[in-house]
């Protein structure tokens, strides 16, 4: 197999007329040496399948298949999905072990296979959302890296107590443990964004709770950072019809009225969401 690089992605978007969308988030990949590190940093092998989103011109899919046993690709646009099963069978030797899905990856869902194992370059713009939703409707993927805006990679695996840490860390919390795993260069994209990007990787762990629980756990988490300097009590004020009441809540799960939502983990949203009353 031989792997895209620079002047590749260029000839490519230039036979299809391609240039670069903002508001889908396109800044490809033209180094081939960081798409086989992030495959191999998330560990993907022969027993894998991998779902990736926004493949693009193809750098990334190409390094995935050499590892993994197959890859569903999930492309928003119309050419690019159409011209990635080409460019695969011109380079790789088994072109079937792809499957190409042109769909908003925030409207699927169910897939063909179940996949095992994410790697991906998610748009800068909706790569939170993303993430959850793939975490939340796919249960197979196990483990992943993926690729994101620094910013948004420093809130997914921040810590209680930090400025980074909120809805993203705590909610991506359900269902995985999150890490930081290493900073990419901007010159690794075509065209160069204007923001750095990092890497972050998760595996998947059992979720503390159903979907019942889930629900109020993230309305209450919503609610806790709306307002985050505020103290928890007046914070969920709206949520339970005033302060007095959200406190008399938080005592129950034996959380200090006093603290702000930064310092709790999950755990302790779960036990708020625990006592709390089903409607509010």
Not at 99 to 118: C, G, K, R
Not at 159 to 181: C, D, H, M, R
Not at 235 to 246: E, F, I, R, V
Request: hydrophobic share 45%.
């Amino acid at each position: 197999m031989s792997l895209l690089g620079a002047a590749q992605i260029r000839e490519l978007a230039a036979a299809l007329d391609l240039k670069p969308s903002k508001s889908l988030g396109q800044n490809f990949v033209i180094d081939s040496n960081i798409c086989t590190k992030i495959v191999r940093i998330a560990g993907v092998t022969k027993d894998d399948i991998a779902l990736e989103i926004g493949p693009g011109l193809g750098s990334l899919t190409l390094a995935l298949l050499h590892s993994a046993a197959s890859v569903v690709a999930v492309e928003i646009d119309h050419r690019l999905a159409t011209q990635l099963p080409i460019t695969v069978a011109q380079h790789y030797e088994h072109p079937e072990n792809l499957m190409v899905i042109n769909s908003d990856a925030l409207a699927v869902m169910e897939l063909p296979l179940q996949p095992t194992v994410l790697v991906a370059n998610l748009p800068y713009n909706v790569s939170v959302p993303v993430l959850l939703h793939l975490l939340e409707r796919f249960p197979t993927l196990r483990t992943g890296v993926v690729m994101v805006q620094a910013e948004v990679a420093d809130r997914l695996a921040g810590s209680p107590g930090t400025k980074e840490y909120g809805i993203p860390s705590v909610k991506a919390a359900w269902w995985a443990e999150v890490k930081a795993a290493g900073s990419v260069s901007r010159s690794v994209f075509w065209p160069a964004p204007n923001v750095d990007s990092k890497l972050v990787s998760f595996t998947r762990r059992a979720t503390p709770g159903d979907e019942v629980l889930r629900k109020k756990t993230f309305a209450i988490i919503d609610g806790a950072f709306a307002q985050r300097r505020k103290m928890l009590r007046s914070a969920l004020s709206s949520l339970y019809g005033s302060s007095s009441a959200a406190q008399g809540i938080l005592q129950r799960a034996g959380i200090d009225p006093t603290l702000r939502g930064e310092a709790l983990e999950m755990s302790s949203f779960c036990a708020i969401a625990a006592v709390a009353p089903d409607n509010f």
